[in-house]
């Protein structure tokens, strides 16, 4: 189980090694994604708070990047954060996720991409529930649902 000081350590000294490595240029991501998706994902851009039906379903299943299709989140870890986006305690793997210091905004906060194509996925913050404490705040365009 990935804790708070694994993801601080992980933005501030490099992550760990994905599977594998999915590299593409800007104009072959347009091709592929839609524009909501590019603008997530590709420009680090935030869909509207509580703008999908994603936060509050909870089926069985997994979610991988809507971009190159690594696996990143299973259902079992995912809860209801009251936040507005599809929130979760643990990646799949402790290599599917990638964490970067963000101090945009004037906040202090961790990204987190996809380890595998660097998509940006959201942020994740220290304050969710047990056993880790920690909440994997994920905009919902950047992942799909595969079914189980």
């Known amino acids: 189980m990935i804790t708070w000081k694994e993801v601080v350590d992980y933005a ?4 760990p090694e994905p599977d594998h490595r999915v590299e593409k240029e800007d104009s072959e991501w347009k091709k ?17 708070p509580f703008s999908s039906e994603m936060c509050s379903r909870f089926e069985p299943g997994t979610y991988k ?27 799949l793997k402790e ?18 991409l996809c380890n595998t194509c660097d998509a940006h996925l959201g942020h994740v913050f220290p ?8 909440r994997y705040c994920t905009n919902a365009v950047s992942l799909k649902k595969v079914d189980e």
Not at 127 to 134: F, I, R, V
């Open 65 to 91: 990047c809507v971009c190159c299709g690594t696996l990143l989140f299973d259902s079992n870890t995912k809860f209801e954060s009251n936040t507005g986006w599809p929130s979760f305690t643990q990646p």
């Open 127 to 134: 304050d969710g529930p047990g056993p880790t404490g920690l």
């Open 32 to 48: 592929e994604l839609t524009e909501e998706e590019f603008a997530v994902t590709r420009l680090k851009g935030t869909e509207r």
């Open 12 to 15: 501030k000294n490099g992550n």
């Open 95 to 112: 290599n599917a996720v990638a964490y970067e210091a963000d101090f945009s905004h004037g906040m202090t906060r961790v990204e987190i």
